[in-house]
């Protein structure tokens, strides 16, 4: 048992075995609705602007990070993601046995990015965001396609077949796209929520699950025709449910909330069918908020949730047993009140490595270690000023961001600067890009202790 000789925080709860019960004789009010065919425009000479490549520790410190997408192969994992210091609306693919440097990036105009999904073929992605999908050739940046959403949007995106794709959208409805036949197939009615696990689609493509407030709806794939339902436990599912399959289909999680406040959920809990059970197991007090995320791994021995507080569970699916995940907030990072989020998180092929995204870039959890990668954080800030302290008086100002760098200046106690670019990681230094009252630009090293934020 992988967790097994962890401190559980709840009463395991043995799972549902060999038990078939019958699907619940529930029929919701039909909801299919065929769209017009003309929904798809296909673009012919489009391409996204593309980026520098960077390393990971380089785009953690420039960008926040939403929906994670990794490929059907397991070799990619692409992210939607944010620049701290211009907002420009960001995607980034790199290879997951190679994080020294990103594959590619470009930068996607739109005024809201929220999801991205590998095509089964890996040559292509869907990127969603306010009044639009795009599909692209990541390799090339190329548009082949474009969804256009009048006064709607893609909050999650997710492929059955190459030329078939799955969004969801704030006014609560899931819709399935043909890009063959440049049609809406149909769409049916869930809960969406603000992150991207509003609906899930079984491994074999063939069931669509999505949430409403009481529990878990079912839908054939190919029709749209409502299968099925289950129930959720005491108050439901609630308004902003995470579903997700595990790899070999054998578990379905989803989230509810077990104790609610004035203003929201106060204990959220998480519902775990096995098989073709109609009974859920319970997780209760996982978490004290809506909960963001879930993530199977591939073993089906380990399911991680994350919520509003950034913080990441694991649960051993075998005996019930939960532990915490070390926070990935760093002591002493300035400026201190920035509120960090965990956005979403997905395991690797690697069964003991969980991608995490946050307001502070990609994190990999290695679950057998406990620790984190990549280890190197940093304390200061881009967009941020900053005065220097006693420790830190008679620093260099260089022109380049290295030791053997032209000294432009001395800077001293008191003396105030703002971050403008960076970091670059020379001679084993973090440096940054500064600009100092003058309106001088150089380079800094970063030091604990030398610098004190300015509010």
């Given at each position: 048992m992988l967790l097994s000789s962890c401190n559980t925080a709840t009463t395991p709860l043995p799972l549902p075995t060999d038990i078939v019960l019958p699907v619940s004789t529930f029929t919701p009010e039909p909801t299919?609705?065929?769209?017009p065919s003309n929904s798809l425009a296909t673009p012919t000479s489009q391409s996204l602007s593309q980026l520098q490549p960077l390393s990971l520790s380089e785009f953690d410190a420039r960008y926040s990070t939403g929906d994670i997408a990794l490929s059907k192969d397991g070799k990619f994992m692409s992210v939607v993601s944010k620049d701290k210091l211009e907002n420009n609306k960001t995607v980034w693919v790199w290879s997951v046995n190679d994080l020294n440097q990103s594959l590619a990036g470009y930068q996607v105009v739109l005024d809201d990015l929220w999801s991205v999904a590998f095509s089964p073929d890996v040559s292509q992605l869907a990127i969603g965001g306010k009044g639009k999908i795009i599909i692209v050739d990541w390799r090339t940046g190329n548009i082949t396609d474009t969804?256009?959403?009048?006064?709607?949007?893609?909050?999650?995106?997710?492929f059955v077949q190459d030329k078939i794709l799955v969004s969801s959208n704030f006014k609560d409805?899931?819709?399935?796209?043909?890009?063959?036949?440049?049609?809406?197939?149909?769409?049916?009615?869930?809960?969406?929520?603000?992150?991207?696990?509003?609906?899930?689609?079984?491994?074999?493509?063939?069931?669509?699950?999505?949430?409403?407030?009481?529990?878990?709806q079912f839908w054939d794939m190919a029709t749209g025709q409502n299968t099925g339902f289950r129930e959720g436990t005491d108050s439901g599912i609630g308004v902003a449910p995470a579903t997700v399959f595990s790899d070999n289909g054998t578990f379905l999680a989803s989230t509810g909330c077990g104790e609610f406040a004035f203003e929201g959920c106060s204990s959220a809990k998480i519902l775990i069918?096995?098989?073709?059970?109609?009974?859920?197991?319970?997780?209760?007090?996982?978490?004290?908020?809506?909960?963001?995320?879930?993530?199977?791994?591939?073993?089906?021995?380990?399911?991680?949730?994350?919520?509003?507080?950034?913080?990441?569970?694991?649960?051993?699916?075998?005996?019930?047993?939960?532990?915490?995940?070390?926070?990935?907030?760093?002591?002493?990072?300035?400026?201190?009140e920035n509120l960090f989020l965990v956005n979403d998180i997905s395991f690797?092929?690697?069964?003991?490595?969980?991608a995490v995204s946050s307001s502070d870039g990609i994190q990999f959890f290695d679950i057998a270690s406990m620790s984190w990668t990549p280890n190197l954080q940093f304390i200061l800030s881009l967009g941020y000023s900053y005065t220097i302290t006693s420790a830190g008086d008679n620093l260099n100002f260089r022109r380049e961001p290295s030791m053997n760098g032209e000294i432009i200046n001395k800077l001293h106690t008191g003396d105030w600067f703002g971050i403008i670019d960076g970091p670059k990681i020379v001679d084993d230094y973090v440096w940054w890009k500064v600009k100092i009252a003058d309106d001088t630009e150089g380079?800094?090293?970063?030091?604990?202790?030398?610098?004190?934020?300015?509010?």
């Open positions: 299919s609705t065929l769209q969804i256009e959403l009048p006064d709607s949007e893609a909050v999650q995106l997710e409805k899931i819709t399935v796209w043909d890009l063959s036949r440049g049609e809406v197939k149909y769409s049916v009615d869930g809960r969406v929520g603000f992150y991207q696990h509003s609906f899930a689609i079984s491994p074999d493509g063939k069931t669509l699950v999505t949430g409403d407030l009481k529990g878990i069918w096995k098989s073709d059970s109609n009974t859920p197991s319970v997780v209760s007090g996982v978490h004290p908020s809506w909960i963001n995320a879930l993530a199977f791994s591939p073993n089906e021995g380990i399911l991680a949730s994350t919520s509003g507080d950034g913080i990441i569970k694991l649960i051993n699916l075998s005996d019930g047993k939960i532990i915490t995940a070390p926070s990935m907030e760093l002591p002493g990072k300035l400026p201190p690797l092929s690697d069964e003991n490595i969980l380079w800094i090293v970063e030091q604990p202790g030398w610098y004190e934020f300015n509010p």
